[in-house]
């Protein structure tokens, strides 16, 4: 494993915009508070109104709050402890880094493409940026063979696999779920609110849903790539499972109150998805050498 210099710099650079994003998005304030806006679809939306997403729905608003309350809280310390033991030539933490990474990449895009505009948005650009050639960086720092010799007997590989590929697959029809009916019957989603299109559906089904299928095959078929991309796709797994249940908590303090079957179906799903990944995720590290 080596450890270039990109990462140095580029990790300290992800935690500042996203110390900075986060804490905007919490304690912010401002605006008028809730209003109705008419989209280009002539659906009234109720929206946000206050602090930096006055301009996002009530719904998205306040689970981008619940995001950033996971980020500053959670993913923030995370990301800046496994830095420091990689950097201290941890093997587990540089594969638990990259994974961290993982997560915000994916925050990073998806505040960059689907927040309403707002003062932030060249620093959301900035963090997508980053972390994203923070990943390929990272992702090029292994040793493939050599990470391969590192898995100890008894490593979980099936279950990861079939996780890795559950998950994609899930995740893909979860989100299906709401874009074939509006497909069939022409009309918008109901979920589109304010917004010209479905960042999170269109990028999930089009990265996340392969990336995890890939992982898990390749574990299958014991390529080593297999093990490098299977523990930061838990990783980032188990992040959002904390998003949701962060958006969940914010949306209801709102006073927005879902279906049961959306707690179940949809809530309860990446819950759940999220402990099992945490699960085999200590599994997989239990059976890592170094």
């Known amino acids: 494993m080596n450890r270039p210099s990109p990462l140095n710099w580029l990790v300290p650079v992800i935690i500042i915009l996203a110390v900075i994003t986060s804490g905007a998005g919490l304690f912010v304030g401002g605006g008028e ?8 679809r002539g659906v ?22 619940g995001t950033d309350a996971v980020t500053l809280f959670i993913s923030i310390p995370l990301l800046l402890v496994s830095y420091i033991l990689s950097r201290r030539g941890s093997y587990k933490f540089h ?12 925050n990073g895009a998806s505040m960059t493409f689907s927040a309403g505009f707002n003062p932030l948005f060249l620093v959301y650009t900035a963090l997508f ?9 990272g ?6 063979e050599g990470l391969a010799k590192r898995i100890l007997p008894g490593f979980p590989r099936r279950r990861i696999a079939v996780f890795n590929i559950a998950i994609g697959i899930i995740t893909f029809l979860l989100w299906m779920s709401e874009i074939i009916p509006s497909l069939m019957t022409g009309k918008a989603p109901e979920n589109l609110g304010p917004y010209t299109t479905m960042f999170t559906h269109g990028f999930d089904s089009a990265v996340i849903t392969p990336a995890a299928v890939l992982a898990g095959i390749f574990i299958l078929q014991r390529k080593p790539l297999g093990y490098l991309l299977a523990a930061p796709t838990m990783i980032l797994c ?29 809530v309860g799903s990446w819950i759940i998805m999220g402990g099992f990944a945490i699960w ?11």
Do not use: C, K, W
């Open 33 to 40: 508070g809730r209003y109705q806006f008419v989209n280009p």
């Open 44 to 65: 009234s939306v109720e929206m946000y109104g206050e602090g930096l997403y006055r301009y996002d729905s009530l719904m998205a608003g306040a689970g981008f709050r």
């Open 95 to 106: 594969i638990i880094l990259l994974g961290v990474l993982y997560y915000f990449l994916y």
């Open 129 to 137: 940026s980053t972390s994203l050639f923070a990943v390929i960086v």
């Open 139 to 144: 992702l090029t720092t292994f040793d493939l």
């Open 238 to 266: 188990a992040l959002v499972g904390a998003v949701v249940i962060g958006q969940t908590i914010s949306q209801a303090l709102e006073g927005i109150v879902f279906p049961v079957g959306v707690y179940i179906g949809l």
């Open 280 to 290: 085999l995720t200590i599994g997989y590290f239990r059976h890592l050498d170094g």
